[in-house]
């Protein structure tokens, strides 16, 4: 991993940033803070039972110093941005956007009418729907479809996903999907799940509005290749200045944090580094097992596919051959009965 410059207002860094995949390289390590090896089990423990944390376990997941690790540690004091960005939803003003431009049907026609597009929505919303408490006063059934697959992509839409930052530690499925679940409300996660169900409901492929559905955005259709690169550019160098302001901060705190504590909570952290060690050993050892599992799986399913291919060839050789010879000796009793007409024109004996 390559370490980010530090200068916020450096150029030339800007300029070196070509692609939306960022690098992870600022970690605690740069200011001499070890970065902690942490197991699954304490994410786990972190995102289901965070209450029972103990106060140097909080310390190790928040000495990560990077947004999971905050999520982890203290769930509660990110802010609406930070949040949206560990449950991998787009930027607060960016997200009213979307709900904005979903929310209403394209077609007076579509799955509502226009009695129930004007009282119900113009009702909950004053006209201006634009947050997800105002989108869940909503029945699901109710939802356009543009709506309701904002809500499966995580409330980007298929035009401003271009935009999404592409932060490995965002998306690790150990760490970053604790934290991931541990910030969104319960609440949500049961009302997802039902606009999910509507959204991939065989009936609502019929439904008018999504055989109308246009993913063009005027927001994005009308920028050019090279407006959507810079865009793209200047969101991955403005996260990166946030990364590295968070980084810090946290460091800190960290330093803070580790001076204050007792010699025999010095001894517990001691321990808990090394229980991290060997859980996440046996963790990798697990997922390289698992790795090798689903190789070992997808193997033999290739393999019973080919069979069966070979089968499936070899039945139709074996057809084809069979039609084939009732074809020959179809021609041959033709030709024998052909030759025998031709005999008795001829007043030759057919024996």
């Known amino acids: 991993m390559s370490k980010q410059e530090n200068s ?7 300029d070196e940033i070509t692609e939306p995949d960022l ?8 200011d001499n803070i070890p970065t ?6 304490l994410c786990e423990k972190a995102e289901k039972h965070n209450d029972k944390l103990t106060k140097v376990e909080r310390i190790l997941l928040f000495s990560r110093c990077d947004i999971v690790g905050k999520a982890l540690a203290y769930p509660d004091s990110l802010n609406e941005r930070q949040r949206n960005l560990v449950m991998y939803r787009p930027p607060p003003e960016m997200l009213a956007a979307n709900i904005k431009k979903v929310i ?8 509502l009418s226009f009695l129930t597009y004007f009282f119900l929505y113009k009702k909950v919303t004053n006209g201006a729907m634009s947050t997800i408490t105002e989108m869940r006063a909503v029945d699901p059934n109710l939802l ?6 904002c809500v499966n992509l995580s409330f980007w839409t298929w035009a401003t996903r271009c ?46 509005d999504k055989l109308l559905y ?12 090279s407006e959507k690169s810079q865009k793209m550019k200047d969101i991955v160098a403005e996260y990166t200045i946030q990364v590295e302001r968070l980084r810090r901060e946290m460091g800190t705190q960290v330093r803070r944090e580790l001076d204050g504590l007792t010699p025999e909570e010095l001894v517990e952290m001691e321990t808990l580094k090394e229980r991290m060690r060997v859980e996440s050993e046996q963790d990798a050892k697990e997922e390289a097992q698992e790795v090798e599992r689903l190789a070992e799986k997808r193997r033999r399913e290739l393999e019973k596919y080919e069979e069966e291919y070979e089968e499936k060839k ?31 024109d001829s007043g030759e004996e057919i024996e």
């Open 8 to 14: 916020p207002s450096s150029a030339s860094r800007q």
């Open 214 to 225: 246009n993913e063009t955005d005027p927001r994005i259709s009308d920028m050019s290749d």
């Open 104 to 111: 209403y049907p394209q077609s007076v026609l579509g799955c």
């Open 314 to 344: 070899r039945r139709k050789r074996e057809k084809r051959r069979k039609k084939q010879q009732r074809w020959g000796r179809e021609e041959d009793d033709d030709e024998s009965s052909q030759s025998d007409d031709n005999r008795e």
């Open 144 to 149: 356009t479809y543009q709506a309701m697959e």
């Open 23 to 30: 690098p992870t390289g600022l970690t605690a390590a740069d």
């Open 163 to 208: 935009f999404m930052i592409q932060d490995p530690i965002l998306f690790d499925t150990g760490a970053g999907s604790s934290a991931c679940s541990l910030v969104t409300p319960a609440d949500e996660f049961v009302w997802q799940d039902a606009v999910r169900e509507v959204y991939t409901d065989p009936a609502t492929d019929k439904r008018e």
């Open 36 to 41: 902690p090896t942490i197991s699954k089990s």
